[in-house]
């Protein structure tokens, strides 16, 4: 995949703080992972200031932080698909 805007993301926060994706995460998500710097989702590799919250939402879509060069870090959701599945066993569980 070449861009990420081929998922057709939601955004649900615009230039938002590493802190604050993983708050919204953490309040709107049942079930919250967490992932190290690098971790590719997506074929993509999230950055970010660990703990990076990846967050799965009805089972069916994916939130997790996204940051664009020169625009900054975002909040999206996206379908999951065969993503979900893969976080679930690559991914550190919420206490």
């Known amino acids: 995949m070449a861009c990420i805007d081929e ?3 939601e955004v649900l926060l615009r230039g938002a703080s ?13 079930e919250v992972y967490y992932v190290d710097p690098g ?3 997506f074929d993509k590799h999230i950055i970010g200031v660990p703990p ?4 799965v939402e009805e089972d069916t879509f994916i939130l997790l932080p996204y940051t664009k060069p020169c ?3 975002f909040l999206i959701r996206v379908p999951g698909g065969e993503e979900i599945e893969r976080l679930r066993q690559k991914g550190r569980k919420r206490p």
């Open 18 to 30: 590493f802190a604050e994706c993983r708050a919204l995460v953490e309040k709107r998500c049942h």
């Open 52 to 55: 990076i919250a990846v967050g």
């Open 71 to 73: 625009y900054g870090t």
């Open 7 to 9: 998922l057709d993301p």
């Open 39 to 41: 971790y590719a989702i």
